[in-house]
């Protein structure tokens, strides 16, 4: 089945203690973004990947990293957590930056 | 800087009841505009791409339309199933990232 994961899809941390949630897409697609979502705002990119090795920053990109180190995976890492990160996030994967996205099920992060 | 505004913020409808949504946008070069659809605890799931004004896209109750400075989603005879929130984005030539509006969050009464 065509799917992009996430894992975990819920967390709960303490601020300052680092944490990784993981995306992987099955489609082989190129592109490949991470959104957080918060009540009023909508979804706002976080970072995006046109390929392998090739990442950039969307619109809120502080206080995140992310790494493409193979086709399938686009890992977020959250180096020292803070609660304003507190959010509902999603990853998602496309065939180009220029195609319909694919969504993941949501990790919802809650930092104390 | 790329905008798009989505009206209303909710919409609570009868069932059968049609209605439309709005989509305004801002951009430098408009390579396409998005629409799509996000139950609850769910991620966003496709539902339309449109990339020309004049252009109209249609899947059961539900048609796409495009202008020069927005586009709108027409919900036909709504059923109970159809109560989600609706996206929309827009995606500029000038770039490679995807900017959304805020959604509406519709609710169809049966």
């Known amino acids: 089945e065509a799917q992009v994961t996430q894992n975990p899809r819920y967390l709960i941390t303490v601020t300052g203690k680092k944490l990784t949630v993981t995306c992987s897409q099955n489609?082989?697609?190129?592109?490949m973004s991470w959104y957080r979502q918060d009540p009023g705002l909508g979804l706002r990119q976080i970072y995006y990947?046109?390929?392998?090795?090739?990442?950039d920053k969307g619109d809120v990109p502080e206080g995140y990293k992310v790494s493409r180190k193979e086709k399938r995976n686009f890992p977020l890492i959250l180096e020292s957590p803070s609660p304003n990160q507190t959010s509902l996030y999603f990853c998602?994967?496309?065939?180009?930056?220029?195609?319909?996205?694919?969504f993941g099920p949501g990790t919802r992060l809650t930092v104390l | 800087e790329d905008q798009v505004t989505q009206s209303p913020e909710a919409l609570r409808l009868q069932e059968g009841e049609s209605s439309s949504l709005n989509c305004s946008y801002t951009?430098?070069?408009?390579?396409?505009l998005f629409w799509y659809r996000q139950d609850p605890g769910k991620g966003p799931e496709f539902l339309f791409t449109?990339?020309?004004a004049g252009e109209e896209k249609e899947k059961e109750r539900l048609k796409a339309t495009l202008t020069k400075k927005e586009s709108f989603l027409h919900i036909t005879a709504p059923k109970p199933e159809d109560s989600a929130t609706y996206l929309c984005?827009?995606?500029?030539?000038?770039?490679?990232?995807?900017?959304f509006g805020a959604g509406t969050r519709l609710t169809v009464k049966p």
């Open positions: 449109l990339y020309s």
């Open positions: 489609m082989n697609h190129e592109y």
């Open positions: 990947s046109m390929n392998v090795e090739v990442t």
């Open positions: 984005a827009v995606q500029a030539y000038n770039n490679n990232d995807m900017r």
């Open positions: 951009v430098s070069g408009l390579r396409g």
């Open positions: 998602a994967s496309s065939l180009s930056a220029y195609n319909e996205q694919f």
